[in-house]
């Protein structure tokens, strides 16, 4: 590492805040650690503090800091274990991420044209030389509008700092053989293409040196080189700035640190806090409504939901099939956050009869509650006029939102699933379930929670719902991989229970009646 690089290095920790300066300051005498930060430093992609308190990076540095003293010494040994760390983290994160690896067919070509050209210099073909490492130079650059998802980024911005380096080396190549041939337009386009790569201005200006000596007098290299050094200049009074904006940023966050924080809570403060908010809750969710239908259980667990508690269902089988008894069910539901018994010894023909039927006594249990503290809302006052005028005519309001539109027939016919189309079953399950939640044809809902064990590992829980009824949960390190994964297992619930069916046929005009399974006959 070169002392500019170590001053640099000692501005950005400078700058940094003091949860970071603690974090770093046992690892700096290590140079595998002072190189792993310079990267950061020179990446722009994220901020510095981003990179160090990533989760995986974070662990590798931890990993240095509890490496035994002699893997500390600075020789063959620090740089055989930094270099097996940093296969290791790149290897974590490329696992992480196995979909986005770029296929290698893109540096094979460019391997190949570099020692193609590498050769042809060495036979002074400067023609075919130049001609090789403008291939590779090609291979590279698509290699890397690949690696940024077919956009084109400037060399000066690519994260891949060796790949930055593959490339100017592979320019300075091409204007050396400019050099050669004395072909002019050649070693000022690539020449320029030094000069606009940052930190690369001693390579350009090797580079233009190089011309002058074959034309001293020519003022499209004087011009060049007047180009480069205004460039240098602006970058060093940009990164004088940035130093300043930085100071002065790290005295307003050491100024805000000093003013008294709060007292911290007790523990009996934080259960009474934690207890106002659940309450809160209560008090201000609407109660799911008072249908008389079959979507009781799915208008109660969106309300469980809402207000962050859980319903516990427990069905149990009061018959014996081998004596010839009719079916019967008993089923006992209970809140999970509170242990309150909300209904229990409701009777029924089927475990999903029976379920509908405790779930509208939690209801009714609910409304009563709730009417007797005098805590209904404005959205429950309305509602209660409304259904106490239904029942009044004898004529109970009907389910309207809570029941999936693509099921609501008229009372006499039968309830068909809905038919997904053959372009639609191109989609991935968790899009397709989105699309069909946002057509109402079903209910698709996915609750995440962060169950990460510590500060190093990122975890997170996924709980899938398919019209209101719990169906699958899935853990996983971010919160859209859990999401897709339990997506899977919700989709494939949704055509078990007949609610989805494959169609393919022509048109609507040729549609027919029947109904086609959607895992066969």
């Not at 008090?283 to 469980?304: G, H, I």
């Not at 006499?412 to 699933?417: A, D, F, L, V, W």
Request: proline residues 5%; contains cysteine.
């Amino acid at each position: 590492m070169t002392s500019e690089d170590m001053v640099r290095l000692r501005t950005v920790l400078g700058a940094s805040d003091k949860q970071t300066q603690n974090f770093l300051q046992p690892l700096l005498p290590l140079r595998g650690v002072q190189e792993l930060l310079m990267t950061f430093v020179r990446d722009s992609s994220r901020s510095f503090e981003d990179w160090v308190w990533d989760p995986q990076v974070r662990q590798t540095l931890l990993q240095m800091r509890d490496a035994e003293p002699h893997s500390h010494a600075q020789g063959r040994d620090l740089d055989e274990w930094y270099s097996r760390a940093a296969q290791e983290r790149l290897a974590a994160m490329t696992l992480q991420n196995p979909d986005d690896v770029t296929p290698p067919e893109f540096l094979e070509e460019a391997d190949t044209a570099q020692c193609y050209g590498k050769v042809k210099f060495k036979e002074k073909n400067y023609y075919a030389a130049k001609n090789a490492f403008l291939k590779s130079i090609q291979a590279v650059l698509k290699h890397q509008q690949s690696e940024y998802y077919g956009k084109t980024v400037p060399a000066a911005e690519w994260d891949d700092l060796d790949m930055q380096e593959r490339y100017v080396t592979l320019c300075n190549n091409v204007a050396i053989c400019g050099i050669k041939m004395k072909d002019l337009s050649l070693i000022n386009e690539y020449a320029a293409k030094l000069r606009l790569m940052e930190h690369r201005y001693n390579e350009a200006n090797e580079v233009v040196d190089r011309a002058l000596t074959f034309y001293p007098d020519k003022a499209q290299f004087l011009n060049l080189r007047k180009e480069i050094e205004a460039a240098e200049r602006k970058q060093a009074i940009e990164q004088a700035e940035l130093s300043e904006i930085r100071a002065k940023q790290l005295q307003a966050v050491m100024t805000a640190s000093t003013v008294a924080e709060p007292p911290a809570l007790t523990q009996e403060q934080r259960e009474e806090q934690l207890k106002e908010e659940v309450q809160k809750r209560i008090d201000t969710t609407p109660l799911p409504t008072r249908e008389d239908d079959m979507f009781a259980a799915a208008r109660l667990n969106v309300y469980f939901m809402k207000i962050k508690q859980r319903m516990i269902v427990d069905i149990h089988s009061r018959y014996n099939a081998d004596m010839g008894e009719e079916p019967k069910f008993e089923c006992t539901i209970v809140n999970g956050a509170t242990g309150q018994v909300l209904a229990t010894g409701v009777l029924g023909a089927s475990k999903k009869i029976v379920k509908n039927e405790a779930c509208k006594i939690v209801i009714e249990k609910l409304w009563h509650d709730k009417e007797a503290a005098g805590k209904l809302t404005p959205e429950d006052q309305a509602y209660l006029e409304r259904f106490e005028r239904a029942k009044a005519s004898g004529q109970p309001l009907k389910s309207e939102a809570e029941a999936p539109k693509a099921h609501q027939t008229d009372d006499n016919g039968p309830q068909y699933p809905v038919r997904v189309s053959w372009l639609e079953r191109q989609l991935q399950p968790l899009p397709l379930l989105n699309q069909l939640t946002q057509r109402g044809s079903l209910q698709a809902r996915f609750d995440i929670e962060d169950v990460s064990p510590n500060k190093e590992v990122t975890e997170f829980k996924c709980t899938g719902f398919l019209n209101g009824e719990q169906i699958a949960t899935g853990n996983a390190i971010s919160k859209k991989k859990a999401k897709v994964e339990v997506a899977k297992q919700v989709l494939a619930a949704a055509y078990e229970k007949n609610l989805l069916l494959v169609y393919d046929g022509p048109t609507e005009d040729e549609e027919g009646t029947d109904q086609t399974p959607a895992h066969g006959e």
